[in-house]
């Protein structure tokens, strides 16, 4: 259960349009969408019937309705009161971030800021890449820190949403090494290789296909394993599985060791921004003092 699936509920029960509804909660249809089907499978019933339009309630949504209310009311006064006492110990700063950023780039990165403007409290919500956008756009988290790649789209509202380009990463191909320390697989072109990749609507996988094309790669593979999560295809390839295409940033002291080759040429390799987006809406002093402060290493 998630109290953004008890807000959707309400919004939809209020505009009865599923399309009408998702503009309003800033988030796509089919996300909405997913989201009311969510709370319907958690429920165990349809809160509404789609059988007619504008959609209504249910008589199961209708007793819902209220309950959903009183929750959300509770949820939030709640949370002011935990705000409250939270800033009576120093403000926290919300991050939600790509999963590989949240290990392999944020803690330097933040560590790096840190050193220049003192502590700072943070806490971080590793996400996909949807879910980094739909966290920001609700409201959930003053940073949000995602790759970017023109051949993907993103967040396009610049005046509540502004970015900032904080680095630039690249997609590359490793492989396991073998015990003479050369690579186990090899990007050839003879013979296929196994391929360990992202699922392909994610936004890592996008660019997996997109350096697997550029690089005339794409009869050479066959796939044999899937993983929304660059982590856990990193310790795939490790262990022998296949080739996969990783951040470097995640990826440099692995090939520093020779625990992992790079196999991918230029060509075959996509280079990609590490973008820190805001919302204007959610502002403090810890938020526009680190705001400030990266937009000036940016620009450096």
Known sequence: MEIDWLE??????????????????????????????????????????????PVVLTPAGEAFK???LDTVKALELAREEAMGLAQRYGEVIDFVALHTLSISYFPAWIAGISRSLGVLKTRVVAENFSGCVEAVLAGNADFMLCYHHPGVPTITDDARYPSIIIAEDRLVAVSAVNADGCPKFQLSGHGEVPLLTYSPDTFLGRLTQ??????????????????????????????????AWLPYLSVQNDLAKGTLARVSTEASETMMKIKLYRSIERSRSAVERLWTFANGQSQS
Do not use: M
């Open 210 to 243: 997109l350096s697997i094309e550029r690089g005339g790669l794409k009869n050479q593979f066959e796939l044999i394993y899937q993983n929304s999560v660059a982590e856990a295809l990193k310790t795939a390839c490790a262990e022998g599985l296949g080739v």
């Open 66 to 68: 209220q309950t959903a």
């Open 8 to 53: 959707d509920f309400l919004t939809l029960a209020s505009a009865q349009v599923f399309a009408r509804a998702a503009d309003a909660r800033n988030v796509s249809q089919s996300a909405f969408t997913r989201r009311i089907k969510n709370l319907e499978y958690w429920v165990g019933t349809p809160l509404f019937d789609r059988s007619v339009h």
